[in-house]
């Protein structure tokens, strides 16, 4: 088996949008196998191939993938022989961002555009503040609540978050990738 599955979407889909690829292989030909993408966080999408000769079409529509809640989503790629379904095989799997539907959102909506990394470090913060809600503190991070970290766990996982939250911040280009310093010189002036 030579076949190689890449990521054919970027590492963010927005919620609402028409998601549409094709995938072709020797290997698996759509002819004898179905291929289905399966998407799993906040709430699941699973993508089933149609056959186009020989190649898998793969087409989300606005209706399935609006229902999905925003935040980061694990998705898997297997395929499954058509005579036989005990002949099942993943050829890949990965990350992606889910992303609200900007458009859809009306006024007090209660959608969150933040990320889940700027959500994440935002708990953090207002844990460590004293001023977070109980939906705040109870938010899970690798299945322990922040309510029961000491403060040192919160200080190291606040770096964390807040890295995260640059390096997207820079991806994006809302800040720039250069030193957060600022140089001051004191002195008489002229």
Not at 19 to 38: E, I, R, V
Not at 92 to 116: C, H, T, W, Y
Request: proline share 3%; charged share 25%.
């Amino acid at each position: 088996m030579d076949t190689v599955l890449t990521q054919p979407f970027g590492k963010k889909l927005v919620a609402g949008d028409r998601w549409k690829w094709t995938f072709t292989s020797a290997d698996f030909p759509a002819t004898g196998w179905k291929l289905t993408y399966f998407f799993r966080g906040a709430s699941k999408l699973d993508v089933v191939s149609v056959a186009s000769g020989a190649d898998h079409q793969l087409n989300a529509l606005p209706a399935d993938t609006g229902a999905l809640e925003p935040g980061s989503y694990a998705w898997q790629a297997v395929v499954e022989n058509l005579a036989d379904a005990t002949e099942r095989y993943e050829l890949a799997r990965g990350m992606v961002e889910i992303l609200p539907n900007i458009s859809k959102a009306g006024p007090g909506s209660g959608l969150d555009f933040r990320s889940q990394n700027r959500r994440t470090l935002d708990n953090i913060r207002k844990v460590i503040e004293g001023t977070a809600t109980r939906e705040e503190r109870q938010y899970q991070i690798g299945g322990r609540s922040l309510e029961v970290r000491s403060i040192k766990e919160l200080t190291e996982l606040e770096g964390i978050y807040a890295a995260r939250v640059r390096a997207e911040e820079i991806e994006a280009g809302t800040i720039g990738g250069g030193s957060s310093m600022v140089h001051v010189r004191f002195g008489e002036t002229s």
